[in-house]
């Protein structure tokens, strides 16, 4: 069974940065993709960013280009978003997901992944 926990979430104000985690179990790491995604309120799951399994390849979300780094340490079966510039926008529960295959291609839609963690909730004030 594979088990993925995240942390790292919490309240910050506009313009502050954060560090997720995401913890993997039950699979072997190292051969998968990861992605994060998040949900607001009333809204639909969103596509964050992804990362390949060796960690070569990455993929971001418009929203997100240029202010999250996603990353992955393999040998500590985790996986990372860093998340500079924040806005309020960005505030949702944030998930992270394990895909059956090793690349990015197709990462952008929930349906691509296997698993999911429990979510860490990210709050951005004005």
């Known amino acids: 069974q594979v088990q993925l926990v995240e942390s790292g979430g919490g309240l910050v104000q506009a313009g502050d940065s954060l560090r997720l985690s995401c913890a993997a179990s039950?699979?072997?790491?190292?051969?998968?993709?990861m992605g994060w995604f998040r949900q607001a309120p009333g809204k639909e799951r969103e596509f964050v960013a992804a990362?390949?399994?060796?960690?070569?390849?990455?993929v971001y979300a418009d929203s997100v280009k240029g202010r999250f780094t996603i990353s992955r340490d393999n040998a500590k079966n985790t996986v990372y978003l860093q998340m500079n510039s924040l806005k309020p926008e960005d505030t949702a529960v944030y998930y992270c997901?394990?895909?059956?295959?090793?690349?990015?291609?197709?990462?952008?839609?929930?349906?691509?992944?296997?698993?999911w963690g429990q979510g860490t909730q990210v709050t951005v004030s004005s």
């Open positions: 039950g699979r072997t790491f190292n051969s998968y993709a």
């Open positions: 990362i390949s399994a060796s960690g070569s390849s990455t």
């Open positions: 997901a394990v895909r059956g295959v090793r690349g990015v291609g197709s990462a952008t839609t929930p349906g691509g992944y296997d698993y």
